[in-house]
């Protein structure tokens, strides 16, 4: 019997082939479609005064940049210290930013998110995606191991991704935090209560 880790190397592998066939053309489009689906589900589902804790892309994810070129509310991206210690810094119009640990922009500074802050939606990167909201990422565990930290101001975690992305079912494992919500270039998805 194959390991669940097994069957999500393989799931992961097939995504990411998938994603990667797209044109640069079509993950443009998709990008924007995705990005007004986001920001139509904020404006009627965020609690007031949250924060949105949102990734820097990399060239084959949905591109993020507009949303932090014209961010909805506060927003803050993370910085990787070490595998293991994630933070989250604002951003603004100056923020310089710096390639990180795995290739990715992080801001250099900025004002230090605090779970203790308003609450806040995180939108979370993601190779693949089931209905049932668990998630398949690159494989290193950063947002899981953040989350089981912090999960409990978190009032919503949401997966941008194309569609082309969707599995049929991914094992999940105890470590695991499900999505509360994937928006793909065609639809928004609703995986649980919140």
């Given amino acids: 019997m194959i390991s669940p880790a097994a069957a999500k190397q393989q799931l992961r592998l097939d995504a990411l082939t998938r994603r990667r066939v797209l044109s640069h053309e079509l993950k443009y489009q998709y990008s924007r479609s995705i990005e007004r689906h986001l920001l139509s589900h904020l404006r009627h589902n965020a609690p007031e005064n949250h924060h949105l804790l949102a990734y820097r892309s990399l060239p084959d994810e949905v591109d993020t940049r507009l949303i932090f070129a014209t961010p909805p509310c506060q927003i803050y991206a993370p910085r990787m210290h070490g595998r293991d210690d994630m933070h ?8 310089e930013w710096i390639k990180g640990a795995f290739g990715i922009e992080e801001p250099a500074s900025g004002h230090d998110w605090a779970d203790e802050e308003s609450p806040a939606i995180l939108l979370c990167p ?4 089931d209905r049932s909201g668990n998630r398949l990422g690159m494989g290193k565990g950063c947002f899981d191991r953040w989350l089981a930290k912090h999960q409990q101001r978190i009032t919503s975690i949401i997966g941008l991704a194309f569609s082309c992305q969707e599995i049929a079912s991914i094992p999940s494992e105890s470590h695991d935090v499900p999505l509360h919500t994937i928006i793909t270039e065609k639809e ?6 919140l």
Wanted: hydrophobic residues 45%.
């Fill in 88 to 95: 989250w810094f604002g951003i603004t119009g100056s923020t």
């Fill in 126 to 129: 993601l190779v693949g995606f």
């Fill in 188 to 193: 928004v998805i609703s995986c649980q209560k």
